[in-house]
């Protein structure tokens, strides 16, 4: 009786130990086929809505597979469909109690796919993190932080998870949804006697000379001025590359402050004293 019991004990030892091997190797054997697919394909992408798309299905199908062979997994010792749904309800009921969170994050993870709030190298705000998307996994985001460690639109070196079940709470902000410019501006002060024409001449030139550096078709530069106590705020807008959006607005405020410098008929305002004697 003892050995008997030995031998099916060993015989489901090496009926388990096959099924793992074998559903390793096909896995690694998919994943392979999937990578080299993946490659392909991405040589072929011709925007980055299309890399986006590659990456985020390529990630599915592999959860897909993972899937698969788990069900084949468990149907190889399950025996029927019947013990199959046993099993099944009782690891729901287990799993739906004992994982919320990481279940809010798996429909959170099918909210991306199917709605697309944003793609892969998108600048987005999410809560109060601001950075852009660099990967979209089954549970998290992952953001290549801007700022955080400097009041600025720079890469700061840290990268972010985002739990996917905190995109049903936090406000999303995608500054590259539809395009890779939004509007940015830079301002200095005239004093009263300077000549605001000249003055808005000299913005608009700057703006245009360095824009040229980074876009082919500029689009329209305009300008705003308002009133302040020491004298009048010049405003030079224009639509900018969101990756190079503080080089370029660092680049217009020298050329503005040199062309400035040069000129005869503008004056930056600053806070100062001067005494006036009238007779």
Known sequence: MTNFINQIEWSLFIKVLFTIVFVLVLYWFFCYLLNVLKRYLLK??????ECSNIHIFSR???????????IFAILSYAGSLASLGLVAGLLSAALGWALQRPITGMAAWLMLVIKRPFEIGDRVIIGNVKGDISSITLTHVHIREIGGTIPSE???????????????????????????????????????????????KIAKE???IILKDYVKDIKEVYIRTYFQPSGVDIFV???????????????????IFKKV???????????????????
């Open 154 to 200: 720079e890469i700061s070196g840290r990268l972010i998870l985002i739990p996917n079940a905190k995109l049903f709470e936090e406000n999303i902000i995608n500054y590259t949804k539809k395009s890779n410019f939004i509007l940015d501006e830079v301002s200095f002060s005239i004093t009263f006697e300077s000549d605001i024409d000249e003055a808005k």
């Open 44 to 49: 072929k992408a011709k925007n980055k809505k």
């Open 261 to 279: 410098k040069a000129s005869q008929k503008v004056r930056f305002a600053y806070y100062h004293s001067e005494i006036l004697l009238k007779r």
């Open 237 to 255: 807008r224009y639509l900018t590359l969101v990756p190079k959006r503080n080089e370029i607005s660092s680049r217009i405020t020298e050329e």
């Open 60 to 70: 599915a199908i592999k959860y897909l597979m993972m899937f698969f062979l788990v």
């Open 206 to 208: 700057s703006a245009r």
